[in-house]
């Protein structure tokens, strides 16, 4: 079981890696800000991860508090983005 655990991690791991190219590359900045929301997502679903592997429950906390914040500051910035703020 742990061993499906740390291979799911290194493949989120990559796609990570491949969305902050993303981030570096995009030519918008919805793609920019797509592009980091979806790293804030991948960051929570390692976390939940390392909290599996770990078998302790505080990280499954981190990983809420952290999909909450990503969830406001994408809101944020998609407001600004369409109202030009």
Do not use: H, N
């Not at 791991?13 to 902050?20: K, S």
């Not at 570096?24 to 800000?33: I, S």
Request: glycine share 4%; hydrophobic share 60%; charged share 15%.
């Amino acid at each position: 079981m742990k061993t499906l655990i740390v291979i799911g991690a290194i493949a989120y791991a990559v796609l990570a890696i491949l969305l902050f190219i993303r981030f570096l590359k995009g030519p918008t900045a919805a793609d920019r800000c797509l592009a980091v929301d979806m790293i804030d997502t991948l960051a929570c679903l390692m976390l939940v991860f390392y909290s599996l592997y770990s078998e302790r429950a505080i990280f499954l906390d981190i990983a809420i508090v952290t999909a909450l914040l990503g969830f406001i500051s994408t809101t944020f910035v998609a407001r600004y983005l369409e109202r030009r703020l």
